[in-house]
């Protein structure tokens, strides 16, 4: 589990491919890795993905073909920025709220504005994830845990703080980049207590 509060911005630095899917070299940035151990989860710009090597101030981590299949990922080059965070230990300060770094999907920068000293994104989620975003509700963008400002439709805006942009790949985002989408965690779990025994019905193609 994760807080969505980034720790630090890294960068991609070698991108394997391994029968089929991909290892990564990830510099950390100013990201501490000295309590990090072989096995621990880092979520890289959102993802959770298991550090399975350490290299000085750099980790690596292989990403299998469902990961790039459901993230950016597969959009990442050598040099790619990402956001990064450590898991939460149980004496972690919950300053984000709870993410857990299973992706739900990738949305798009629909579009960038100045908002005074703040800088206002709207973004447009798959439709299939829409009716998980809510009016001052919770969200993950590659990481970060974010209030939604406004919804329309499949589409929601977020309003960005200096501090934000600065410690974060957000500064980078431009009208057209795709990011990645966690939706509440609550929201999801409320939706399956809320099938109650048609959960157990087999799977009909809808998401849930």
Aim: charged content about 20%; some cysteine.
């Amino acid at each position: 589990m994760f807080t969505g509060i980034i720790e630090s911005i890294g960068s991609i630095r070698l991108i394997t491919p391994k029968d089929g899917d991909i290892r990564l070299l990830v510099e950390a940035g100013k990201l501490y890795l000295g309590d990090v151990k072989l096995g621990d989860s880092i979520a890289v710009s959102g993802a959770c993905l298991t550090v399975i090597d350490l290299l000085g101030n750099s980790f690596v981590a292989d990403v299998s073909q469902e990961t790039l299949d459901r993230t950016v990922i597969s959009d990442f080059k050598i040099g790619s920025l990402v956001n990064l965070e450590k898991s939460i230990m149980p004496t972690t300060r919950l300053g984000g709220h709870l993410v857990s770094g299973h992706v739900d999907g990738v949305g798009e920068v629909v579009a960038r504005s100045e908002n005074a000293r703040a800088v206002k994104f709207r973004i447009r989620a798959p439709n299939v994830l829409a009716k998980y975003i809510a009016n001052k509700g919770s969200i993950t963008v590659d990481g970060i845990s974010l209030t939604v400002n406004a919804v329309n439709g499949p589409e929601f805006e977020l309003t960005i703080i200096p501090y934000t942009l600065s410690k974060t790949i957000m500064a980078f985002y431009w009208a057209g980049c795709r990011v990645n989408l966690e939706v509440d965690l609550f929201a999801r779990y409320l939706e399956r207590l809320l099938l109650g025994e048609k959960a157990a019905e087999p799977y009909n193609g809808e998401y849930y």
